[in-house]
């Protein structure tokens, strides 16, 4: 039930633009996305919980296509700063509804911008 | 305080050893997570505490043992581990489980020996 990224890497220019894709083959309850520099913690960008929902931070925004099982994450105008690896997270829709309580890293993409 | 502390950063044990691993918080956050990460892989999830409660055990060999003594701490009890056990071990946590985006600590960076 491991969510499956694409692109596995990206190179891009400062200024730049990218997205990011994140699939599940199962129904999701919320989709999360967060960014890993090397030798640093995972940091939390944001959560998407209803199909449909777009969410913004800074010029880093997402996507979540609830019937589909999809998000996507969009990188405007890249920064240096930018660079890391980002993962989506995916929780899965429990029989109940709610969900199954357990996040769940795709595969990661890297991400390197270069001046 | 908006930070998961873990301690140690780094960790150096035998195969026979026995050591654990700290994560506390204090953010009120009811839920806590074991994570596991290899190099140039996505963290891998090992355990769920829900509510101080042990919800999800994610088929982790029983040389692994967690404890929740409280809301704001977790443990991770190792013992007789395998040198392919090394990684970077990172806590978690969350407002309520499901639905709420995850800080994590900045992890112990543990070796097997």
Known sequence: QQPVQSPQAVILREGEDAVINCSSSKALYSVHWYRQKHGEAPVFLMILLKGGEQKGHEKISASFNEKKQQSSLYLTASQLSYSGTYFCGTEIRGNYGGSQGNLIFGKGTKLSVKP | ?113
Request: one cysteine or more.
């Open chain 2, 1 to 113: 305080d908006t930070e998961v502390t873990q301690t140690p950063k780094h960790l150096v044990m035998g195969m026979t050893n026995k050591k654990s691993l700290k994560c506390e918080q204090h953010m009120g956050h009811r839920a806590m997570y074991w994570y596991k990460q290899k190099a140039k892989k996505p963290p891998e999830l090992m355990f769920v505490y829900s509510y101080e409660k042990l919800s999800i055990n994610e088929s982790v060999p029983s040389r692994f043992s967690p404890e929740c003594p409280n809301s704001s701490l977790l443990n991770l009890h190792l013992h007789a581990l395998q040198p392919e056990d090394s990684a970077l071990y990172l806590c978690a946590s969350s407002l309520r489980p499901g639905g709420y985006g995850y800080t994590f600590g900045s992890g112990t960076r543990l070796t097997v020996v």
